[in-house]
Each structure stands twice: as C-alpha cells, then as structure tokens.
Nanobody, 124 residues
C-alpha cells in the first residue's frame, strides 16, 4: 500500500525558509510524478511544484518560481520542497501527492495518493 508522509511545516516570519519532506513507502516500483499542493482556507487547492521522477524534470507555479525548489532523494524515497523567501500569501496546508501516468502535474484530481498535509504559516 502506497503511503506518503509529508512533514516539515511550521510558523515563520516573512522572508524565512522551510523545507518540506514527502517520504514514500509501500511503492512497488518507482513512481512517476510527485507534487506539492497547497490549500488555504476558502481557496481552491493549487499545484505548487512537481517533479517527474524518471528524469528529474521539475515544474513550478508562477507564484513560487525562483523561491521554491523541489528535489528528490531516490535512496531515501523522499521528495523535498525547499521554500525560501516565504510570504504571508504562502500560508496554507501543504500536501504531497504522487501517482503514475499523471501527465499534467498540477491537476490534483489525477493523483490517487496523498499525504495528510503539513501546515505552513507565514507572518508578516
């Protein structure tokens, strides 16, 4: 059974940094797509960053380009989201998602496997 454990959230001031982790277990073979999504109260879930695991190709939402970096550690079966220069508008619950044959990394409805989420709060 595929399980994702996302962690690393917390409370920081604007301009600070956090690193989120998404540890994968129970995966029979290497998964294709891993992505981070976020959802703030009253807002729709949005894709933040994604990585196509076989090639390491990364994609980002325009709002986080240049500030966030997604990466993978194949030995640890973990995907990271390094978040720098955080802004109050980055405040949200962040979720890790993974699946095979997704195609469009930011389409949350195409992912079947999700972590429980980790809260990120950025104060001004």
């Amino acid at each position: 059974q595929v399980q994702l454990l996302d962690s690393g959230g917390g409370s920081v001031q604007a301009g600070g940094s956090l690193r989120l982790s998404c540890a994968q277990s129970g995966i029979p073979y290497s998964i294709d797509y891993v992505a981070w999504f976020r959802q703030a109260p009253g807002k729709e879930r949005e894709g933040v960053a994604g990585i196509y695991a076989p090639t390491g190709t990364t994609s980002y939402a325009d709002s986080v380009k240049g500030r966030f970096t997604i990466s993978q550690d194949n030995v640890k079966n973990t995907v990271y989201l390094q978040m720098n220069d955080l802004k109050p508008e980055d405040t949200a619950m962040y979720y890790c998602a993974a699946d095979w044959n997704v195609g469009t990394w930011s389409a949350w409805n195409l992912y079947n496997y999700w972590g429980r989420g980790t809260q990120v709060t950025v104060s001004s």
